[in-house]
């Protein structure tokens, strides 16, 4: 089956709204181009002076190529004025090693385009670059040091696994300790983090992250933060403060994070571990895996992100992650770095981001990076390639408005779309089993002919996938109303079914909140009355129909969220048709199926959308929007299996490459929620 189709337009696409975030006209003229000649990729055992070169190319005669600029490492290394466009490094000035090597041209209108990058190797024995030194004994006597952090009067403090926090003064080490807690330092366990107030010029106070022996309050061994005020070189006696509990900890004495940063927000964010348990990481109820965030005094900040979520850990900020024992928040910026251990294959620097999904267990590195999971910043292989530099791994392809504005940044990220597209284009089909199809299906435009015929021959093809170990997603939260009870009790277990009543739940809770009036007023919509749906609990039993009449439901995800495996999954979702279609998309369908009564259009750009409809009329009136009409089954020219078998081979024919009815008029629609969710 053909994959080469969705990953192309994934990889364009997410390029694309990588750079949403503001207006622009689209009419700025385009950037030049470049490409760097020399050194070549790759090149190992460089010496003596470098020669870089690069060819530029004016977009138009209106704005010629003003000049190149060379670097290296991040670094200026010169510029050029004039073709050749030329510019020299001395690489013993260099650690020996792999550096990068880029160019890019600016032209007259100050538009610069992409970098053209190398990865090379400099020879020699060099272990730092030109105005570095090495001193490794500037401070003596630590032991077990884990974390530090500068005080404003230049002084260090040096958490110390053991539980002691020393000072170092004036480049010497003090002999008594700022502070001593009594920890458990078995494995990774101890004073594993320390941070300063943000004012700490005014209340003195050090925040400190530690493993703590005593059981209570959480009924075992625990990490706790714990806040004490600082008096000249020691914190004053009996001012410690618990200011935050994390749960008891497993047998496990690994992977318990440990940093604590305060952000330019003035909140304090936490790494934790995920216990060496790989699960908990995806577990929003349960901090572990996570990064958390926090006001100073250990109480929840409003607008974290899972804030009000049913059955989410409201401390949680981000999730997906291993062992975050470090972290970084860049000056000026207040950018996170989360530095993620990585286990077997993959070192990884994410960009913190709320509400963000780094993707652990499933994926390490950009291994496994699916819809609904966020790729790391930066990530390094622990085997070495041939030759070196060639692997995969890197800076992730991401662009940023600050700066730059709107415009720019959106060329930018169109020039790197179509680079994405063609390279893309060159991936070769390769066959797939049935079991690693993801498929979704909404209805839209409902008629009285979706619930009796078409809906059911999507419930035919999703019971056959499920047989085959498919993955099938469906959705449309609002449109369940009044049946609520029949998903809940096709609801695999029990965990499931409280997971689905959780999420309708709330969903009612917020009709409840913020309606004008009557539900009625909007659903069924007045199209779906006019096509004979005379109750939302009619709409309801029909949509049912598409999920079969044998598969049970396995899980529950929220909106654009990947089902964790295979099997019937319900999204909680809009059954706004672009909104649902770009949903599914996120959470990697590879196919849609969708049903309409009387002509919905919509199509998506990621996946091929199949429309059927069973209404006769639309069949005749719109074949060129139909790619199946199974209106045979209202005239008794068919029968169900026939029809479902109908649809189940056009599904295998689409994913072999066959474009869609959508696809081959262009409709390509994506809409997604911003303020509030939509029906």
Not at 362 to 380: C, M
Request: proline fraction near 5%.
């Amino acid at each position: 089956m053909n994959t080469q189709r969705p990953v192309a337009l994934v990889c364009a696409v997410a390029a694309l709204l990588a750079s949403c975030g503001g207006g622009g006209d689209g009419g700025a003229p385009a950037a030049p181009t470049i490409a760097l000649t020399a050194p070549a990729a790759f090149a190992s055992g460089l010496a003596g002076t470098l020669a870089l070169a690069a060819t530029a190319t004016a977009a138009s005669t209106a704005a010629p190529v003003a000049r190149v600029e060379f670097e290296v490492d991040g670094i200026a290394a010169g510029s050029d004025t004039l073709a050749p466009y030329e510019a020299s490094v001395d690489t013993t000035l260099h650690a020996s090693g792999q550096h990068v090597v880029r160019a890019r041209a600016v032209d007259a209108l100050g538009q610069a385009s992409a970098w053209s990058s190398a990865t090379v190797q400099f020879g020699g024995s060099r272990q730092l670059p030109a105005g570095f030194t090495k001193n490794e004994s500037h401070v003596t006597g630590l032991a077990g040091a884990t974390a530090f952090v500068q005080t404003p009067d230049g002084r260090w403090l040096i958490a110390e696994q053991g539980g002691a926090v020393r000072v170092v003064k004036n480049g010497l080490l003090l002999l008594a300790p700022f502070v001593q807690l009594t920890v458990d330092a078995s494995g990774e366990r101890g004073l594993i983090g320390i941070a300063l107030d943000p004012n700490f010029a005014v209340n003195h106070h050090v925040y400190l992250h530690h493993t703590t022996p005593v059981a209570a309050p959480v009924g075992g061994i625990h990490n706790r933060i714990v806040r004490v005020t600082a008096n000249g070189d020691a914190a004053s006696a009996g001012s410690e403060v618990t200011v935050f509990e994390l749960p008891a900890l497993s047998s496990a004495t690994n992977h318990n994070g440990g940093a604590l940063h305060f952000g330019a927000d003035g909140k304090l964010n936490v790494g934790v571990g995920d216990n060496a348990n790989g699960a908990r990481a995806q577990d929003l109820a349960d901090p572990f895996g996570k990064l958390l965030r926090l006001n100073a005094d250990g109480s929840i900040p409003a607008d974290n992100p899972f804030v009000g979520r049913p059955g989410a850990h409201p401390a949680v900020w981000a999730s997906g992650l291993r062992n975050p024992f470090t972290f970084a928040v860049q000056p000026g910026s207040g950018r996170l770095h989360i530095n993620d251990v990585g286990q077997d294959t993959w070192e990884e620097v994410n960009l913190g981001a709320a509400g963000a999904n780094y993707g652990w267990p499933a994926s390490e590195g950009p291994d496994n990076v699916g819809a609904g999971v966020t790729a790391p910043l930066f990530a390094y292989k622990h085997s070495a390639a041939v030759p070196s530099g060639s692997g995969p791994g890197g800076f992730v392809s991401g662009f940023s408005i600050a700066g730059k504005g709107d415009i720019r940044t959106a060329g930018d990220a169109a020039r790197k779309a179509v680079q994405f597209l063609q390279d893309a284009s060159e991936a070769s089909r390769e066959p797939c089993r049935i079991e690693e199809l993801l498929v979704s299906a909404k209805c839209g435009e409902s008629d009285t002919t979706t619930g009796l015929a078409s809906n059911p021959t999507v419930g035919w093809v999703f019971d056959a996938l499920d047989a085959c170990g498919a993955t099938m997603i469906f959705g449309e939260t609002a449109e369940l109303t009044g049946a609520e009870h029949i998903v809940a009790d096709r609801c695999r277990d029990g965990d499931v079914r409280r997971a689905f009543l959780s999420r309708f739940e709330a969903y009612m809770a917020d009709i409840e909140r913020h309606k004008v009036g009557n539900m009625l007023e909007s659903n069924p919509t007045r199209g779906n009355m006019a096509g004979g749906i005379s109750t939302i609990e009619e709409k309801a039993l029909g949509a049912l129909t598409k999920i079969g009449r044998r598969s049970r439901i396995a899980g529950v995800v929220d909106t654009a969220e990947r089902p964790l495996g295979s099997g019937l999954w319900f999204m909680d979702s809009s059954g706004a048709g672009a909104e649902m279609l770009t949903a599914c998309a996120a959470a990697g369908a590879v196919v849609h199926l969708f049903t309409t009564g009387q002509g919905n259009v919509v199509g998506n750009p990621l996946m091929p959308v199949i429309k059927l409809t069973a209404n006769p009329a639309v069949a005749e009136a719109m074949p060129e929007h139909i790619d199946l009409d199974v209106s045979g089954l209202l005239r008794r020219r068919m029968n169900l299996d026939e029809a479902g078998a109908s649809l189940y081979k056009l599904l295998l024919r689409v994913c072999a490459g066959r474009l869609t009815a959508t696809e081959a008029l262009g409709h390509r629609e994506i809409a997604m929620t911003r303020l509030f969710r939509t029906a």
